[in-house]
């Protein structure tokens, strides 16, 4: 009987509408529940993504603004009715804290803390809390970003507001250091909605999925040392000459990535001179000779695998993407004279490198 008594007072409330301004606004012009009361809940899966594991703080893992469109798990739904005469309202309100710092010029306080230390989230809303079409809720500052609110102060018509599934943009930021190994997202509630007439909360969402940093966890160098050659010294006949360069390689074992290659991490590797003698700065890539050498007046010069290009030394170079299925990253090594032909020695010509690997 009671959907009978609801049309009874629609129509008389229409009735003396058109005799007396003071009538009251239709009691339907607010929200409830169409199924028995929630709040329900959402976990939005993002799936397993990967980070660079020496990406800086404010980097984003995995997609940007990731499209999510969840329905909640306990089938509920709410609806909400406006004629125009009131204004209704939502709240997405953060349950979370917000991550510490400042990322990329993102509104202060929009960047949730998350279960898993070091990473955030940042949630945009979309339908019907966008203002996308009559029967949504407008953002006041017309941004969805978590925490906002919003209104409807218009007709809906026959269509009303419905509230049962979440549409969201999600991005994940890194906040500061992740821990090894893959991290899950365990479903904390990192906000919630409310709405007019509806007590307490009408949803709470979360995040499922997993964390991983993608890296390398050892290495293996094909030849130490590498045999640069047996050279005559009547060869070296000016400053700038070089011999044939001999190719060598570094090889990544035990990688953690992103099979898709959707999220690339890259291997960058830093040379530092470990010799101690000193070579013109000017020459990129060259290197001195160890204190055990007999050999003088060269040096030893770091090249790309083309066997031209220079190496920077003491900079960190970018190289080329990870593979889980293992990297090698190639290079080749060349004698260089450093000095007037007078200055060159003949004797064993040795050096050494250090190197650091890191992948952004």
Same mark, same amino acid.
């Given at each position: 009987m009671t959907p009978s008594i609801r049309s009874l007072i629609t129509a008389l409330g229409l009735v003396a509408s058109c005799q007396a301004s003071w009538v009251m606004a239709d009691p339907f012009n607010t929200c409830e529940w169409r199924t028995?009361?929630?709040?329900? %809940?959402?976990f939005q899966d993002v799936g397993t993504v990967y980070v660079p594991r020496d990406a800086p703080v404010g980097s984003i893992i995995g997609t940007e603004r990731l499209f999510k469109r969840t329905h909640n798990n306990e089938g509920l739904t709410a609806r909400c009715y406006n004629n125009g005469d009131v204004r209704l309202i939502f709240n997405a309100q953060a349950s979370a804290p917000p991550a510490a710092g400042i990322y990329g010029g993102l509104a202060p306080l929009s960047v949730l803390r998350t279960n898993i230390p070091g990473v955030g989230a940042l949630f945009s809303l979309g339908f019907p809390f966008n203002g996308s079409a009559s029967n949504a809720f407008v953002p006041d500052h017309g941004d969805t970003t978590v925490p906002f609110n919003a209104h409807n102060a218009h007709n809906v018509g026959v269509t009303f507001i419905h509230i049962s599934t979440l549409e969201s943009r999600i991005t994940l930021i890194k906040t500061g250091p992740i821990p090894p190994g893959p991290q899950t997202f365990d479903g904390t509630e990192l906000f919630s909605g409310r709405v007019t007439g509806i007590a307490g909360k009408v949803f709470t969402a979360g995040l499922a999925g997993t964390v991983i940093q993608a890296h390398c966890g050892s290495n293996t160098v094909s030849a130490d040392p590498v045999q640069l050659g047996e050279w005559d $010294? !009547?060869?070296? %006949?000016s400053p700038g000459y070089t011999t044939t360069a001999i190719p060598f390689s570094i090889t990544l074992n035990d990688c953690e990535a992103d099979a898709s290659n959707a999220n690339i991490a890259t291997a960058t590797i830093q040379f530092e001179d470990a010799s101690a003698a000193p070579v013109p700065p000017s020459?990129?890539?060259?290197?001195? /000779? &160890?204190?055990? &050498? %007999?050999? $003088?007046? +060269?040096? +030893? $010069? /770091? /090249?790309? !695998?083309?066997? %031209?290009?220079?190496?920077? /030394?003491?900079?960190?170079v970018p190289l080329i993407p990870i593979s889980a299925s293992g990297t090698v990253l190639d290079f080749t090594a060349r004698l260089y004279q450093t000095g007037p032909s007078r200055d060159v020695r003949p004797g064993v010509a040795k050096g050494a490198l250090n190197f650091t690997l890191t992948y952004r």
């Open positions: 028995v009361p929630g709040p329900m %809940t959402h $010294q !009547r060869d070296f %006949t020459v990129p890539g060259v290197f001195g /000779l &160890s204190p055990d &050498s %007999t050999a $003088q007046g +060269i040096g +030893i $010069q /770091l /090249l790309k !695998r083309d066997g %031209t290009t220079p190496v920077e /030394l003491n900079t960190p």
